[in-house]
Structures are given as structure tokens and as C-alpha cells.
């Protein structure tokens, strides 16, 4: 009788066990399905204000940063502004050989986005912005060139 009771416990343990590991399986399942596309490795976010304040410090290295989306190429996808704080100078996050593009629903909600801070190439004519190859999209559309941005390599919806 007592090895019955015994018995009886640890397959009820192992029920609770199996139950609880199922339950944190599923979150996880859930947590990688919040990552849009490519892959998020970074788990410090490094704030825009610090990026905007001493660009040079960062350019070439690889961060994780973290904003609301307040705008998206109608194109392709290929770039996201987000708000830094003030309202006329968004920071950016593209794609310049669209080798990563944005999703659609990003818009309006909080992201991470992991990639390397880049600077234009000061020797390229800058202007305001910057035609998207002739034939991929409509006339006309045009994509902002920024003078620091970051060249994405994954990112997560938050909210």
C-alpha cells in the first residue's frame, strides 16, 4: 500500500512536471513567433538618444535598438523610421540592398531591431532621397537617405 501511495505521488509529480514544461514550450513557441524575420542575438538595447549623440562611437558595430515604428517604405519595405524624440528627425532602419525588408504590420508598434549603425558614404551625392532601382516600383517613389541609420539584420514586434 505504501509504494502504491508512493507510486502515486511521483506520477502525479511527473504530470505537474510534464504540464509545466509544456506551458513554458508554449510560450516559447509564441516568443519566436513575435520575431518578424532574420534573427535577434542582442539582449541590451541601446537607447537612439546615446546612437544620435555619438554616432561615430557606434559606427560599424552591431546593436539592438528599440523604438515605435512611425513610418515604413510603401515599396518594397525596405526601411522604417522611428521616433527618436523629435518629431523632424526620425532615426532609420534600412535595407539599402533590400536584402532585408520590413513587415507591413510594424507600423504604429514598438520594435527591436538588431543590425550594424552605418553612415552614408560621404563621397555618394547626399540628397533628401533615393530612387529605388527603375521598373521595381511605381514612378516617383522615393526612400529617405539619412546620414546615419542602421542596416538591419532582424527585428521583433513588441506591441
Sequence with gaps: ?????????????????????QKK?????????????????????????????????????TVLIEGKVTGRCSGTGCWVSLDSGNPDQPFYAKSPDHSFLFPADCVNKTVRIEGEFQ????????????KHTEGELEEGHTCPMPVYYLNPKGIKIMS
Excluded at 506520477?11 to 510534464?18: E, I
Excluded at 553612415?119 to 533615393?130: A, F, G, M, S, W
Design 1 to 21: 500500500m505504501k509504494y502504491f501511495q508512493i507510486l502515486l505521488v511521483f506520477l502525479f509529480s511527473v504530470l505537474l512536471l510534464t504540464c509545466a514544461m
Design 25 to 61: 514550450l508554449e510560450e516559447a513557441v509564441v516568443e519566436k513567433a513575435e520575431v518578424s524575420a532574420g534573427t535577434i542575438t542582442l539582449l541590451e538595447v541601446t537607447p537612439l538618444a546615446t546612437l544620435l549623440e555619438k554616432p561615430a562611437e557606434y559606427i560599424g558595430k
Design 119 to 130: 553612415v552614408q558614404n560621404p563621397e555618394v551625392e547626399t540628397k533628401d532621397t533615393l
